[in-house]
């Protein structure tokens, strides 16, 4: 079993939908927590990072932790064509330079 | 500020060829790492530098790969003999320090083993 758990989709959704894309994992050790954003043919990008149970939003994106669950959301509200990209989670465990990535989820905003 | 620069961008050799891939980190960035994504895969780590330092190699296979960074500036990742397995795209990230784990990612390097 891998330790980080991701739907890799696809996913395909209507412009100005609610997107919901989410994570679980089993290692209880990891305790930040990352959402990256790939375009085709880029590098990852860092779209969020926390490190404690509860939302975090920035504009559109919200990043959700329940770390009693061992599972993470990323929420994207009012979704643009712009959002179609690969969203990888990402953690890793206090002191610890390795992040463990998730398999990516592959999005489609529709116009 | 320019990013993580890395070159070629795409490679195409045929297996038991050497190949090299470099990296150019963001300026000041102390740690640098390689990273290997298969198609439909997050990244995973290869190495990981503090300045040019090697300090976790543990997923590096070493019969075939080889790393440096020599000044602690700019890397060099080797695969000799390249084997049709080894088709990936080879990304390098860079962080500066402070509290955020925040790596920043390179466009990477495309590898097609033939």
């Known amino acids: 079993q891998k330790e980080v758990e991701q739907d890799p989709g696809p996913l395909s959704v209507p412009e100005g939908a609610i997107v919901s894309l989410n994570c679980t994992y089993s290692n209880s050790a990891f305790q930040y927590f990352m959402w990256y954003r790939q375009y085709s043919r880029k590098g990852p990008e860092l779209l969020m990072y926390?490190?404690?149970?509860g939302n975090k939003e920035d504009g559109r994106f919200t990043a959700q932790v329940d770390k009693s669950s061992k599972y993470i959301s990323l929420f994207i509200r009012d979704s643009q064509p712009s959002d179609s990209a690969t969203y990888l989670c990402?953690?890793?465990?206090?002191?610890?330079?390795?992040?463990?990535f998730g398999t990516g989820t592959r999005l489609t905003i529709i116009p | 500020e320019a990013g993580v620069v890395q070159s070629p961008r795409y490679k195409i050799i045929e297996k038991k060829q050497p190949v090299a891939f470099w990296c150019n980190p963001i300026s000041g960035h102390n740690t640098l790492y390689w990273y290997l994504q298969n198609l439909g895969q997050g990244p995973e780590l290869l190495i990981r530098y503090e300045n040019e330092e090697a300090v976790d190699d543990s997923q590096l296979p070493k019969d075939r790969f080889s790393a440096e960074r020599l000044k602690g500036v700019d890397s060099t990742l080797k695969i000799q003999p390249a084997e049709l397995g080894d088709s990936a795209v080879y990304l390098c990230?860079?962080?500066?320090?402070?509290?955020?784990?925040?790596?920043?990612f390179g466009p990477g390097t495309r590898l097609t083993v033939l």
């Open positions: 926390t490190y404690s149970s």
């Open positions: 990230a860079s962080k500066g320090a402070g509290k955020y784990n925040e790596q920043f």
């Open positions: 990402a953690m890793t465990s206090f002191g610890n330079e390795k992040l463990t």
